[in-house]
């Protein structure tokens, strides 16, 4: 049993793997109707929902990186290996596979600017700032010293549940807010440099699990997941990004995201 915690985490990093699989794979691709057709000819396929099954795959990581911390306070079991691996399945599942995601809207957002004939490494490269910018956020983290109230900028499973659930949003309701945002690489550069940001600044951002379950003391996170749950009906995907909006908010409650001391 004192192994379930790094068998959890390890599911973690695997999801996130096979997150990345599925969202570079959405890239469009030509393929040829059948050789019966008299109209033979080449056409554009896109693999959309590839990227969406890449969003639910972060999702399910974040599930594994969540159920591998409570068996580990469970069980007892805490070791500098875990916490290691914990960081570097981190990595990948909320840093590099929600880059993935963002390169593949930058690149359907350029490709379809005027004038484009070809899509330039560099309109997209900022995607992967994200995943920069996330290990640093873990690097930094994994020194930080033991017992710190809140977090020291915002977690990386925050900003990964972001990043996929606007991959679920569009799939779900491709004609909402989403449209607008994935319309513009400007509005995608912006929504990079802010997340990357938040994970580095010196922002305290509250632990979703308090430290003493009294209404006093746990009232953030209860309205957190009231309002969260409530909104689901009718946002349904859409209730990720006004969870993180709330998160952000109810972070800077006075006294619930003190420094460390």
Known sequence: ???LPNLLTLANLFCGCLALVCILNAQPFLFQTPSGDPDLHWSWSYGVTQMQWGGALILLAAVFDLLDGFVARALKVFSPIGADLDSLADVVSFGVAPSAILYMLLWDCVSREPMVTDVSMWATAPAFLLACFAALRLARFNVMPI????FQ????????LLIA??????WDKPAGW???LFGSRWALY??????CYLMVSGIRFMKLMPA???LTQAWPQALLVL???ISIPWLRFGAIPLAFVLYVVLSFVPGKAQPAS
């Open 178 to 180: 989403t449209a607008w």
């Open 1 to 3: 049993m004192r192994h």
């Open 212 to 214: 003493q379950w009294k």
């Open 153 to 160: 900028g915002m977690p990386t499973p925050a900003v990964g």
């Open 147 to 150: 017992g710190s109230k809140g």
């Open 165 to 170: 659930s606007l991959a679920l949003v569009s």
């Open 190 to 195: 912006a929504l990079i440099a802010l997340l």
């Open 227 to 229: 309002a969260t749950l």
